[in-house]
Every structure is written in C-alpha cells, then in structure tokens.
C-alpha cells in the first residue's frame, strides 16, 4: 500500500468563484435530463401520441431510458480524457455536447407534424444527452475533490450531488409556473418545450464559466493507505464493486424521487400543480440534505454517514407511501417526498465523495465516471418504465415502496463492507 502522507502542496489556489463554476455547469447539465422527467407525459403526448395512454407514457419513459444506453459510453471516452488531458476540457465537452442535444428535443417538431421522424429525433436526442452526462460526473467530482482542502473534501464534493438537486428544484418550479398558466393541451403542446428553452438561454453563459476554471490534474496529492499502489482500475476492483452497490440504491431513490411527479398524476390521480410541487419539494432537500451529509461526513466519517441514513430510510419508506396512498393528496405526496429525499441525500453526500476519495487521480474520472454511469444506466434507466410498468400489472400502488426497500438492503449491505476514506478517520487510524 502506498505510504501516508501528511501534505500536499497545490501549484494554484482553487477560490470559491471556481468550485462555483463547475457546479454551475454541472446543474445546468442536470437540468436538461431531469426536466425530462417531470415533463414526460406531456412528451408522451407529442412524440408518442396513442388512443391509450399508458402506452404512450412508457413509450415517453422508454425514451428517457434510451438515454442512459450511451451513458457508460461517455464516462470512458470522456473520463479518460479527463485523466490524460485535464478536468477542463473534458468539462467544455460534455457541456457543449449538451447543449446541442437541449437544443435538438427543443425543436424537434411533433409526431402530428412530422409523424416517425419525431420520435425517431427524440431519441437521437436523448443518445447525444446520455453521452454527454456519462461524461460528466468524473471529471467534475474529480475537479471538487482536487480543488478543495483535505478536511473540506465533503463539503465541498457533496455541491455535485447538491448542484443536480438544484436542477431538479428549477425543473421543479418551470413546471409549476406552467402548469399554472397553461392548459393540459398547451403543456402537451409547447409548454414542455418552454422548459427546454430555459435551459437552453443559459448555454452561453455555462460555457463561459466553465473556460475560466483552472486545470486540476497536474496538482501533485496526497496519497494514503486506502490507495493501491497500482494507478490500474483493477487494483481499485473491491472499491468499484462496492461503488456499483452504493450507486444502486441511490440512484434507484433518485428516479423515484423524479418519477414522484407521473405516479402523482397516473397512480393517484393527483392535480398536476400539486404533482410538480414533488419535484419543488425533491430539489429543496436534495440541495440542504446532501450538503449536510457532505459536511458531517468530514468530521464523523463517510461510513457513518452513509450508514445511518440508510437504517432510517429503510424503516420509514413503506409507512411513509401507505400513507400517501391512504390520503393521495398534495400534502402527504410532498411530505413522503421530502422524507424520502432527505435520507437519500444524506447518504448521497458521502458517497460520492468516499468513491471519489478511494481513487488514485490517475484513474479517478475515469473510475468514478465508469462506475457512475453503469450503476445509473441499468438501475437508474429502468427504474421509472419498471416502476409505470409493475404499477400498472399488478394494480398495487404501493409498488415503489417495495422497489426502495430492496435497493436500500443492497445499499447497506456494501456500506458495511466498505473502508472509510475521511481524512480524519484515515488519520486517527493511522495514529492508533
């Protein structure tokens, strides 16, 4: 293993202004996929028009899917140049290859205007999207760990995970302000378009902030024992697979987090004004939950800090939805929301940070990107059809409750196996 040190030295001071900038971008990518979610039945409607309307939701939910298929393809193409090449430009990429996507769905016309072509549009779309966030996560988690201070390391990181809540917590609103002024037929029509767009006006300036970060991966940096002394992703294949495990129950939370909004509308017959306000409540308490649990992390530990959040959700999930279930009112949808999404954020505020700790740099984005990215793609991409699909078969509304429960048992199960990466943990083991 390699050897503990004690410091490292940084070439160029990394402000504030900078970590800014990359999550800034980061949400700005975020946005773009997640408003999909809280849009798709309205896209149903355009794209994959149906006299039944389950059949056009899953065609709309399959579509969103497709777009996790090249997500893994973007991690490495794009991971690795962030290891060989720098965070930066890696980061200019993703962001340019999103915003041409943002951009196609936006204007793709709809089926009654065009007929196959639009869904066929639609998809090409989410490929381009899928690639470009695959090619995300890495590098930017890589570039907050490398610019912050050892003992700041979770704080800092955990604005990643914070920065896609901020994204849902805008799409959030967009939909509510919609919903608002504008009738069933028109949302279906333009409004989820207008959502787009919005994402789409702030493309220039998310390109501009982006090209003023400095480069990160050239930094020299402590190493400590957690490390193998190998820079090979196969040294690091304990710490992925436990990765891989971490990232499916949260990952699996967050898509029913997001899928909230359609259950609320399809399983309980929620208004849809009441349905958006879940994504308000999920976007408010991804940003404040998952900061704290970055923050506790650095002083309590990743292991715990993961842990206790995980016991806590596992315990409350199926109360909380037989409750929703009993009173499907707006209330109960956000209050179920905000608790589920608050433990789910806890944990998500060390995990990443602790996946990202464990990597040697020569091999983080790629690692971290890779691991992300097939967690996401085969758990994250099936989980809103699975869930509309199951629903729908077995007539039990309390479908998603179950679908948590497993993957937060999976969840603890690698949690209790995994080694701690906290520096103040590391270090008062190494002093023991």
Known sequence: MAQVTTATQVPQAITKR?????????????????VYT?????????FFPSHDKFVGLLLSLLTFAIGFVTRPIGAVVIGAIADKVGRRPAMLLTFALMGVAIVGLASTPSYAQIGVAAPILAVLCRLVQGFALGGEVGPTM??????????????????????QSVSSLIGGFVGVVLAAY???SALAAYGWRVAFWVGALVLP????????????????????????????????????????????????????RLFMTTYAITSLHIGSGAAYGASLV??????VFTLLGGYFSDRIGR????????????????????????????????????????????????????????????VRSLGLGATYAISVSVFGGTTQPMLAWLTHVTGDPLTPAYYLMVAALIGLVAVFMLDETAPVRVAARATA
């Open 18 to 34: 900078h970590v800014t900038a990359a999550v800034i971008g980061n949400a700005l990518e975020f946005y773009d996929f997640t």
């Open 38 to 46: 809280v849009f798709a039945v309205d896209i149903g409607e355009a």
């Open 142 to 163: 890589a570039f907050l760990i490398e610019a912050a201070p050892p003992k700041r390391r979770g704080l800092v990181g955990s604005w990643q995970s914070a920065s």
């Open 182 to 184: 504008l009738s069933h």
């Open 205 to 256: 300036f998310g390109l501009l902030i982006r090209r003023t970060l400095p480069e990160t991966l050239h930094h020299p940096e402590t190493h400590t024992a957690i490390h193998p002394d190998r820079p090979h992703l196969i040294a690091h294949a304990r710490l992925l697979s436990l990765g891989v495990m971490v990232i499916l129950f949260l990952t699996t939370s967050t898509y029913v």
């Open 282 to 287: 999920n976007g408010f308490v991804g940003i």
């Open 303 to 362: 292991r715990l800090m993961m842990m206790i959040p995980l016991l806590l959700f596992l315990a409350v999930t199926y109360p909380a939805f037989a409750m929703l279930v009993h009173n499907h009112d707006g209330p109960t949808l956000w209050a179920v929301t905000g608790v589920i999404g608050a433990l789910n954020s806890l944990s998500a505020g060390a995990a990443l940070i602790w996946l990202t700790e464990g990597l040697r740099k020569e």
